[in-house]
């Protein structure tokens, strides 16, 4: 069965990090992604990584959240500058296929179950 398990989720305060980890049970993905959904919103596109390179970010993020990958297994949210309205569950998602450039939760097949975070002013 294909898993994906997330971890590093705390509390911080604001202008603190935090780093997210996602591990897949396969290394099959060839795109993987980090969603989040604060409550009462709806799941928003944090970024994207493919195993070419291809990177993109939502724009909220841009300049304080890094998304890296050691292997086809293993990808990793590095998040600096964290505000109150980083505060969210976290989510990892993956594809077989190439991620085209998506933010959107249609394009992903696999989840995990999430790991919360919450940013304290």
């Known amino acids: 069965q294909v898993q994906l398990v997330e971890s590093g989720g705390g509390s911080v305060l604001s202008g603190g990090s935090l780093r997210l980890s996602c591990a897949a049970s396969t290394s099959s993905f060839y795109c993987m992604a980090w969603f989040r959904q604060a409550p009462g919103k709806e799941r928003e596109g944090v970024g994207y990584?493919?195993?070419?390179?291809?990177l993109g970010y939502t724009d909220s993020v841009k300049g304080r959240f890094t998304i890296s990958r050691d292997n086809a297994k293993n990808m990793y949210l590095q998040m600096n500058s964290l505000k109150p309205d980083d505060t969210a569950m976290y989510y990892c998602a993956a594809e077989p296929a190439p991620c085209y450039g998506s933010l959107s939760s249609n394009a992903y097949s696999y989840w995990g179950q999430g790991t919360q975070v919450t940013v304290s002013s």
């Open positions: 990584l493919d195993r070419d390179g291809s």
